[in-house]
C-alpha cells in the first residue's frame, strides 16, 4: 500500500518522471529544475524512499560539498482489483478528516 500511497500525489509523479528521463540528480538540481523548495521536495523524496520507489547516496562535489543522489529503483507492481480494494479500506469518506 505504500506504493500506491507515495504514487498518489502529483509532485512525487513529476519527480520520478524527472528521475525516469534525467537521470539520477541532487536535491538543489531537482528542486531547481522541477520548480519545488528542497525541503517540500525532501519530504516528497522521502515518501518516494520509504516505498522503495527511489534510493539515495550521499556523495563529495569537487569542492568538498555534499551532495545527496537520488535515483529511481527498478521498480513494478501489479495493480489488481483485490489490491485497489484493499487499499479503500484506509479511506474516509468524512472530507474533513
Not at 520520478?16 to 538543489?28: F, M
Not at 520548480?35 to 562535489?61: D, F, M, N, W
Not at 507492481?77 to 469518506?93: G, M, N
Amino acid at each position: 500500500m505504500a506504493i500506491l500511497a507515495a504514487l498518489s500525489n502529483p509532485h512525487r509523479l513529476r519527480i520520478i518522471a524527472a528521475l525516469t528521463s534525467g537521470g539520477r540528480n541532487y536535491v538543489s538540481q531537482l528542486s531547481r529544475e522541477l520548480g519545488i523548495s528542497r525541503p517540500l521536495l525532501h519530504l516528497h523524496l522521502q515518501k518516494l524512499a520509504e516505498a522503495g520507489l527511489v534510493t539515495s547516496q550521499l556523495e563529495l562535489s569537487h569542492d568538498g560539498k555534499a551532495l545527496n543522489f537520488f535515483e529511481v529503483t527498478d521498480f513494478g507492481f501489479e495493480l489488481t482489483p483485490s489490491l485497489i480494494a484493499e487499499a479503500a479500506k484506509s479511506l474516509t469518506t468524512n472530507p474533513d478528516k
